[in-house]
């Protein structure tokens, strides 16, 4: 039966983009339908101004550097107002880049709300229907707030990047990427952070001698960061309920006013006020009122749209990528899943996404770079050698605030494979792109000793390593 178009993406993220793009370029006739900001989380309200926020907030550390080197120089005052009009210029920039990729590229463009109705339609808020040969469904995730009294006071991620002020002290809980990311870069734009984490060390799931690593330095910078403590209740501050503050809301039924303060009730039961508070516990996939359940595909219990290897549904037709299936939520892997879905469904070369030994890093500061299994998981898995070093880099021999870093190697005894990589320092997120390589290839320990050490530089250790730490 004839088709108006031979694929439907619902979605404009980074996924959604880079499959409707490659389907394109195969001579499909392509439709994609964004109602929010062209680009999706990634470009508009995650990695890229999380990024450039990120490097807002070192100067100050970086001028207080200097002062050991002889410079006299003073980072002043930061603000914020001229920064964000930067970065609302940058994103209004990259969001063209996006839309000119795409209608460069064949692809007609849909500024709607997309809901599937059949296995082969979709409609659009207008209520325009087009009939599709595929719909792939690549509408991403969202953060969540937790179930605490008066959450929609606090801010959530997508928030932050529209505050119209820095609030002079803030209240971040969590303690997974986003939490660490926004607590160190507010830290260094001046803001007095407070970080309640519920668990015992933050960012469960890394290498733990490298969580221990980043908690220390974030404390060393003046975060004031609790662990095993939670909020169990939120409330106005009565002097700015008073002012009538809290009656904005914002698209996510939350305060995009930083100035809204609030009075936090932590587990240990003491109050305190913050000037904001940002609540970075957690994301959830997109999958409610698009229509799925209409056309037969199945969630699991997170709202995850279930996919097989090739990111096919239950129903023939329809396909999801990205977040939205929750598999590892990351731009890159998205990108790879929807490079994946065009090979197979517009290529005729069935191609499933890989997604082992995926390389990441948390934007904390210093960075926590990781590829492969942390000493833990390996250890549970097999006998295994560790060869870890942490020290203070040279750059920061002449400042006056401590550092440290931590290059480690986590080495199967039997395979002598590098089975993972973990790295603490400043650009780890650059080193981890590299050793990414090394490991996915299965270089083993010897071969990482076969090469020369660069010198003088801090990964130079991951070659020169000679004894292990510690072995099982
Ligand atoms: P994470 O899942 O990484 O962290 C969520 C945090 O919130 C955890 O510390 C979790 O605790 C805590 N939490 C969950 N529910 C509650 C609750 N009810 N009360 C208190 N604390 C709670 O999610 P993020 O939102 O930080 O990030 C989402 C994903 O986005 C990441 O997993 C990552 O895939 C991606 N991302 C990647 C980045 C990068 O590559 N640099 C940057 C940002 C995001 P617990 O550990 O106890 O479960």
């Not at 009730?265 to 997109?286: D, V």
């Amino acid at each position: 039966m004839p088709r108006d178009v031979d694929l439907f993406v619902i979605g404009g993220g980074s996924g959604g983009v880079r499959a409707a793009r490659t389907a394109a370029a195969t001579g499909a006739r392509v439709a994609l339908a964004e109602d929010r900001r062209m680009g999706g989380t990634c470009v508009i309200r995650g990695c890229v101004p999380k990024k450039l926020m990120v490097f807002a907030s070192e100067f100050r550390e970086q001028a207080a550097l200097a002062r050991g080197y002889g410079w006299n120089a003073e980072a002043g005052a930061f603000e914020w107002r001229k920064f964000r009009a930067r970065l609302d210029a940058e994103l209004d920039r990259l969001e063209g880049v996006y839309r000119n990729l795409l209608t460069s590229s064949g692809v007609t463009i849909h500024d709607a709300r997309a809901q599937v109705s059949d296995p082969n339609t979709v409609e659009l808020e207008d209520g325009t229907r087009v009939s599709a040969r595929h719909i792939l469904v690549a509408t991403g995730g969202h953060p969540m707030r937790p179930d605490v009294p008066n959450a929609t006071l606090g801010m959530v991620s997508d928030d932050i990047f529209k505050m119209e002020e820095l609030p002079e002290s803030m209240l971040v809980v969590g303690g997974g990427y986003i939490a660490c990311e926004f607590a160190c870069i507010l830290n260094g734009m001046g803001v007095e952070v407070t970080q309640f984490y519920r668990g015992p060390q933050i960012l469960r799931g890394f290498d733990d001698e490298a969580r221990d690593i980043v908690a220390r330095r974030m404390r060393e910078q003046g975060i004031d960061l609790q662990v095993n403590t939670n909020v169990v209740d939120v409330r106005p501050a009565g002097v700015d309920r008073a002012e009538g503050r809290f009656s904005k809301q914002n698209d996510n039924g939350g305060s995009a006013s930083a100035t809204g303060s609030v009075v936090a009730k932590a587990t240990n039961g003491a109050e305190r006020r913050f000037a904001s508070l940002l609540f970075a516990t957690g994301r959830a996939p997109n999958s409610k009122d698009i229509g799925l359940e209409m056309a037969g595909v199945a969630v699991d219990r997170r709202g995850a749209i279930e996919v097989d290897a090739y990111s096919q549904t239950a129903v023939p037709s329809i396909y999801a990528i990205g977040d939205v299936t929750d598999r590892i939520n990351l731009t890159p892997v998205a990108i790879r899943e929807g490079q994946a879905f065009t090979e197979t469904v517009f290529k005729g070369n069935p191609t499933a996404p890989d997604h082992n030994l995926v390389a990441s890093t948390v934007f904390t500061q210093p960075e926590l770079g990781t590829v492969g299994l942390t000493e833990e998981a390996a250890r549970e898995q097999e006998e295994i050698e560790v060869y870890s070093t942490s020290f203070n880099p040279m750059r920061t021999a002449f400042g006056d605030r401590p550092n440290q870093v931590l290059m480690k190697l986590v080495v199967s005894r039997a395979s002598r494979k590098v089975l993972g990589c973990h790295i603490v320092s400043d650009g780890a997120g650059e080193l981890i792109q590299m050793v990414g390589i090394a490991v996915k290839a299965g270089l083993t320990k010897e071969d990482f000793d076969r090469t020369v050490a660069v010198h003088p530089t801090m990964s130079e250790e991951l070659v020169t390593m000679q004894t292990p730490t510690r072995a099982t």
